[in-house]
Each structure stands twice: as C-alpha cells, then as structure tokens.
C-alpha cells in the first residue's frame, strides 16, 4: 500500500526519515497533524490561562501583606513565585503562536516542534507547581 503523502514528504526539504515499517502509521500521523494542532492551541492558551491567574493570585497576596508586620522575605517570597511563573506563561504563549503558525502552513517539521515544545511546556508547569507549594508556598 503506497502512501501519496509520505512521497510528497519525502520530496520537501523539511523531510526526517525515520523507522516506521508501515507507510498507513507514517500517513495515519499526518492526518491527525491539524486535529492535534488545534487541540494544542487550545491547550496552552488555557494553561497559559491558569498560570496568569495564579500568578495574579500571588502577587496580589504579596501586595495584601501589611509592609510594616511582614517581613520584607515573606514578601519577596510571594513575589518571586510569582515572577518565576511569568516563564511557564510566556512559553504557552509561544507554543500557541508555534501551533497557529503550523494550522496557517502545514509542516511536517513544525507540527514535531509543537508537540515536543507543547510536552515540555507541560513538565515545566508541572515542576513549577510542585517547586512553588512545596518551597514557596
């Protein structure tokens, strides 16, 4: 069974050969290309979302502090959570950019950029969550 797609790919300069025997799995991952691209926009601008909200909540719980009881490092420490959050935020808002780019020009090589960007995007989140309340917090 040939695959017209997997040919084509071949054929553009962005082509990554790899080891998979069987062209219908090669084909089967291009199709879901532009489904999985819009599941990833979707993704990290509601994480994105959720980051700004929390470190919106952070910062504003540094603010509510009274500044002459508090100490001055209980103070930083909220804030710093709060800046450490920014990265994460900016990063989703890069990966949907990276995801709209992909839905606007179809590439094979963006779309693997998107998906291993989006992951990462995910284990940060998720090492930033549990660093900020296990330390910070």
Same mark, same amino acid.
């Given at each position: 069974?040939?695959?017209?797609q997997?040919?084509?790919?071949?054929?553009?300069?962005?082509?990554?050969?790899?080891?998979?025997?069987?062209?219908?799995?090669?084909?089967a991952?291009?199709?879901?290309a532009?489904d999985?691209s819009?599941?990833? @926009?979707? $993704?990290?601008?509601? !994480?994105?979302? &959720? +980051?700004?909200?929390?470190?919106g909540?952070?910062?504003a719980?540094?603010?509510?502090?009274?500044?002459?009881?508090?100490?001055?490092?209980?103070?930083?420490?909220?804030?710093?959570?709060?800046?450490?959050?920014?990265?994460?935020?900016?990063?989703?808002? @890069?990966i $949907?950019?990276?995801? !709209?780019?992909? &839905? +606007?020009?179809?590439?094979?090589?963006?779309?693997?950029?998107?998906c291993?960007t989006?992951?990462?995007?995910?284990?940060?989140t998720?090492?930033?969550?549990?660093?900020?309340?296990?330390?910070?917090?």
């Open positions: 069974m040939e695959c017209l997997l040919r084509q790919l071949e054929k553009s300069w962005f082509y990554f050969p790899c080891n998979i025997p069987n062209c219908v799995i090669a084909c991952a291009m199709e879901i532009k999985a819009i599941a990833i @926009l979707g $993704a990290s601008v509601a !994480l994105g979302g &959720l +980051l700004l909200i929390f470190c909540f952070l910062f719980q540094a603010a509510s502090f009274p500044k002459d009881t508090t100490p001055d490092e209980l103070i930083d420490r909220y804030r710093n959570a709060g800046r450490y959050g920014v990265y994460p935020f900016v990063f989703s808002l @890069l $949907a950019g990276l995801s !709209l780019a992909q &839905l +606007l020009w179809p590439s094979h090589c963006l779309f693997v950029i998107c291993l989006f992951f990462a995007l995910l284990l940060w998720a090492l930033y969550g549990t660093l900020i309340s296990w330390r910070y917090l």
